[in-house]
């Protein structure tokens, strides 16, 4: 049993909640407290200061039922984004589900470098007047969909392998530009990479590839296994919520090398590529993109942790 069947105060619930989770996950859980507040603000659709501001608040039924469920499913090890079903990202809110990986912080870096190449690039980097924008491996949408709302007089295509992941997409697509409706302009797609994209050419992609090594994936997992109580019954690791095939690329070097091929063909001259990936990867791409077919230049940059991060790409 995970809290008592008693209908607590809201000053009650967090305490015995965040005792809760400190016994039993401490090591994983280090934001304990602002997790339950997360959680128990999202069970009776509040904000948190609505915490802060009614401790004596006493939860309905069906807010504790929803509650209890909530927290339950954190300390088995699901995110709790996938538990609230969205994510907030560059000031959006974009919904989610196990067949999409989570927005990262990380990941605004990318947007925020598109949005500083779409203002500020030199005309023979990128075409200003009327720019096709391609969100490869778009999964919810986030890249894409955030620099459109951004700019929208861009062209965007979005495209990924999973159905699934698309399906999300397109919610997000409906909901975030329903607000103005024929102003923006976007198709999305259902490719392996570029194998059924339209024959066109973009001026700038945005990609979010598969970059966890094995290895490293199962480092991660191993580690957050041993800091959970064992007696924890169907723990799994955070990561392991997140859809595999977005997480690992199949054969990295192979897969890296279709990426590198697929924007040869696909970038106008001049046109440019922003690939997040891992630092761990950075040697093998530059090696890749010295390969005779691969028509791109490369430059390397940093993410806010001074990890080398992200590849800016230049077809020439």
């Given amino acids: 049993m995970y809290l008592s069947k008693a209908r607590k105060n809201i000053k009650l619930l967090l305490r015995d909640s965040v005792l809760e989770i400190n016994k039993r996950v401490e090591p994983v859980f280090s934001f304990a407290q602002l997790e339950v507040e997360i959680l128990l603000a999202e069970a009776i659709a509040k904000d948190r200061l609505f915490l802060y501001k009614n401790p004596d608040y006493i939860l309905k039924a069906k807010e504790n039922r929803k509650f209890k469920n909530y927290l339950k499913r954190r300390l088995l090890g699901e995110p709790i984004a996938y538990i609230r079903k969205y994510q907030d990202f560059f000031g959006h809110r974009f919904k989610i589900s196990s067949d999409v990986l989570i927005p990262r912080p990380e990941s605004e870096e990318l947007v925020e470098q598109a949005l500083h190449l779409v203002l500020f690039s030199k005309p023979s980097q990128l075409h200003k007047n009327k720019v096709d924008v391609l969100d490869l491996c778009c999964g919810s949408g986030c890249l894409g969909l955030s620099l459109l709302l951004a700019r929208p007089e861009l062209r965007l295509d979005l495209s990924d392998i999973s159905a699934n992941a698309l399906r999300v997409c397109r919610a997000n697509a409906k909901t975030l530009l329903a607000p103005s409706v024929g102003t923006y302009s976007y198709n999305i797609y259902c490719s392996d990479l570029f194998m059924k994209l339209p ?118």
Avoid at 255 to 267: Q, T
């Fill in 199 to 316: 024959q066109k050419k973009y001026d700038l992609i945005l990609s979010n590839p598969p970059y966890v090594l094995l290895d490293e994936f199962s480092t991660l997992t191993d580690a957050e296994l041993n800091a959970v109580d064992r007696t924890e019954n169907g723990y799994k690791p955070s990561l392991c919520y997140e859809p595999i095939n977005a997480l690992i690329p199949p054969q990295p070097k192979i897969f890296y090398k279709r990426l590198f091929i697929g924007l040869s063909r696909y970038l106008k001259v001049g046109g440019l590529a922003l690939i997040e990936t891992n630092p761990r990867l950075v040697a093998m791409c530059r090696q890749l993109i010295e390969e005779k077919e691969i028509l791109l230049s490369l430059e390397l940059r940093m993410d806010l942790n001074k990890k080398t991060r992200f590849l800016h790409l230049t077809r020439i």
